[in-house]
């Protein structure tokens, strides 16, 4: 499906907060710490291809309503903003859970002092319509899903212990994913509810 932004002749910003910020796999020109107000960074997503099977789900991360989420934002050039786009979709939309739309992120450490600190970047926002949204899990579900889930892109531990070590490197610190990973590493033991 064709988006108004598809054919635009100007570079192409990507803000990324899960995997894209450890693993973009397209090229890009800039890679910049950025922040995102209005959403944030949760566990909502089930997975069914990447990370898990409809029979045993993994969970992936989703922007979802509220708050505010640090990442990366990526500056692709305007000659590969279609293949980017074809490429992201590809990855991003393998069942539709995420709605692709145009956010203004606020880049950090841009190269050059006189560029706007402000970018309109491509975001995939958790549909909350979507069956696979998980909304808000508890810890011990949270923990059950991504010890059991496996799919095409590996591990679904990998996946969150990759995120926070990304999060961290940017100096930053995710509460419920760090809780999560202290766990996952067998820090902690989780209580049966």
């Known amino acids: 499906m064709s988006r108004s932004f598809d054919h635009a002749d100007e570079d192409l910003w990507v803000f990324g907060y899960g995997s894209l910020m ?10 910049l710490p950025a922040r995102l107000v209005g959403l944030h960074r949760a566990l909502c997503v089930y997975s069914f ?9 993994g969970l992936v991360l989703g922007l979802d309503l509220g ?52 970018v309109t970047a491509l975001v995939y926002v958790v549909d909350r319509s979507h069956p696979q949204y998980a909304g808000r899990l508890d810890l011990n579900t949270q923990l059950h ?18 995120t926070v070590k990304e999060i961290e490197a940017q100096g930053c610190f995710d509460a419920k994913l760090h809780r999560l990973a202290e766990y996952l590493k067998g820090l902690h033991e989780a209580h049966s509810a």
């Open 49 to 57: 291809v990447h990370r898990g099977t409809p029979e045993k789900p």
């Open 145 to 162: 899903l991504v010890r059991q889930g496996f799919g095409r892109g590996g591990a679904n531990r990998d996946y969150v212990l990759a």
């Open 67 to 118: 708050g505010a989420c640090r990442g990366i934002a990526y500056r692709v050039d305007k000659a590969r903003r279609a293949a980017t786009l074809a490429y992201l979709r590809e990855r991003e939309q393998v069942n539709h859970v995420y709605r692709e739309m145009m956010r203004a992120v606020t880049l950090n450490g841009a190269a050059e002092e006189s560029r706007a600190q402000r």
């Open 22 to 31: 450890w693993r973009p796999d397209f090229i890009y020109e800039e890679r």
